[in-house]
């Protein structure tokens, strides 16, 4: 059983991982939808509503994909996690349900009108359209952020007499604190997603000297509002997940860090590679007393090492979680730097002529999704061997008749597929880009505008 619940596993971490490069992008894109419709409608000026229609295109092909990669995820419950679903059904199935009856419909039936129905909606219908696009998104995000939350940390449930776990309190389950912070910093990394893929689209204009206009608006619009969101990344919501973890999941805490026996005045590990067998972080790079002070706001306080629980608690992936909790934090970090320059730049009206600058913001544009991905590593792994932490083991969740043969068979099969539909997703927004927000090689006279006020 021991093989095929790593199968299972691989599995679905590979078709999750996969599908969500699609969600974090809409999820950002569609905040910065409604930032360029009010940019249009308090301006009247129309340059912002092409640059709109430029992004909702993009994210009309992003919302397909997501919805493609997205359904199987939705078999494997019942096909890889019988067992888990049958005990945990009556308590992730509400929140799950109310993914696909509300928020999708509302997200797809909006993002229709908002594709299609500009003239017929009007300046003023045509902006709800467009909130109501990014609600149903941001919606959506919640209820999955919702169920993830109840696994790490469980509210609002009963046990029933014949073992299964069921629902007791609703609000319990929606209200749950682990699941407000953890959306919180979830919607701000695919926030920085939608504002690091816009701002390389803009820096790339900019610096093949095509589309002027729209490059700066796209720039300048992916700086501000992903500054913004680094800084909130970071602190409150990185900071209150972390104290989550610490209160609830002391022995991720510890193997997070690679802290393998307990300190008082706990140093926080920037660099170093854990060696489990010999329970060691090798060649530390460290701040003293720092993790004692972040996570207890006391620089002498005792944080636990993973020596002090037993090790069947332990997490089964120590390295790989180590290396992921800490390949978001860098990137995270690097975010900030970027963001901060740019924004001073931006400030001091050097942004636009900045080569170096617009580089580095189109360089960049892959590390968000890498971050995005080592920081859901970083939750699930760190949950491990919990499938609901305190209540059923990843081991007991699987569905017992399926083999680790038949798993691998329709791995590779998602594989080939998914490998299908990578390549088709990079032709058609690489087609997008290069057709740009406006045909038309002629200077529109609001473009001008732009260019003049910038």
Request: net charge neutral; aromatic share 14%.
């Amino acid at each position: 059983m021991g093989q095929a619940v790593d199968v299972h596993r691989l599995q679905f971490a590979f078709t999750i991982t996969f599908h969500y490069i699609f969600p974090q992008l809409t999820m950002g894109l569609a905040l910065l939808l409604v930032y360029l419709k009010t940019k249009a409608l308090r301006t009247g000026d129309e340059h912002y509503n092409r640059a709109a229609r430029f992004w909702a295109r993009i994210f009309g092909i992003n919302f397909a994909l997501g919805v493609i990669t997205g359904i199987p995820m939705e078999f494997q419950f019942g096909t890889n996690w019988a067992a888990f679903s049958r005990a945990a059904g009556g308590v992730i199935g509400q929140t799950l349900a109310m993914e696909g009856v509300f928020s999708f419909f509302l997200e797809s039936s909006f993002l229709g009108l908002f594709l299609y129905g500009e003239k017929k909606l009007g300046r003023m219908g045509h902006w709800w359209a467009g909130f109501l696009v990014f609600a149903g998104s941001w919606l959506s995000g919640f209820f999955i952020v919702a169920t993830d939350a109840w696994m790490q940390h469980p509210t609002g449930y009963r046990i029933a007499t014949n073992g299964a776990i069921e629902l007791s309190s609703f609000w319990g389950l929606l209200l749950n604190k682990w699941a407000l912070w953890q959306y919180a910093h979830t919607m701000l990394g695919a926030v920085q997603t939608g504002c690091f893929v816009m701002a390389a689209v803009g820096a790339f204009y900019l610096l093949t000297n095509r589309d002027q206009a729209y490059g700066r608006t796209f720039v300048r619009g992916g700086v501000i509002v992903g500054t913004f969101a680094a800084l909130l990344q970071l602190f409150p919501t990185g900071d209150m997940q972390g104290k989550l973890v610490a209160e609830h999941q002391q022995p991720t805490l510890a193997a997070m860090e690679g802290l393998f026996e307990s300190e008082q005045g706990a140093p926080l590990a920037i660099l170093g590679q854990p060696d489990v067998e010999k329970r060691k972080l090798d060649n530390p790079l460290e701040v003293p007393n720092m993790l004692s002070f972040l996570t207890y706001r006391q620089w002498r306080a005792n944080v636990k090492g993973l020596s002090d629980f037993p090790q069947i608690e332990w997490p089964d992936q120590i390295p790989l979680l180590y290396y992921s909790y800490h390949v978001m934090v860098g990137l995270g970090t690097i975010f900030i730097a970027v963001l901060v320059l740019a924004s001073l730049l931006l400030w001091g009206g050097k942004l636009y002529d900045s080569r170096w600058m617009l580089w580095m913001l189109m360089l960049c544009v892959p590390l968000p999704f890498i971050a995005n991905t080592a920081g859901w590593m970083t939750a699930e792994l760190g949950r491990q061997p919990w499938l609901i932490y305190g209540l059923m083991r990843t081991a007991s969740g699987v569905s017992p008749r399926v083999a680790g043969g038949n798993a691998w068979f329709t791995l590779i099969g998602f594989m080939g597929m998914y490998t299908v539909l990578g390549i088709l997703w990079l032709f058609l927004i690489y087609r997008e880009i290069e057709l740009g927000p406006e045909p038309s090689e002629h200077l529109q006279k609001d473009d001008a505008a732009v260019l003049a006020a910038d």
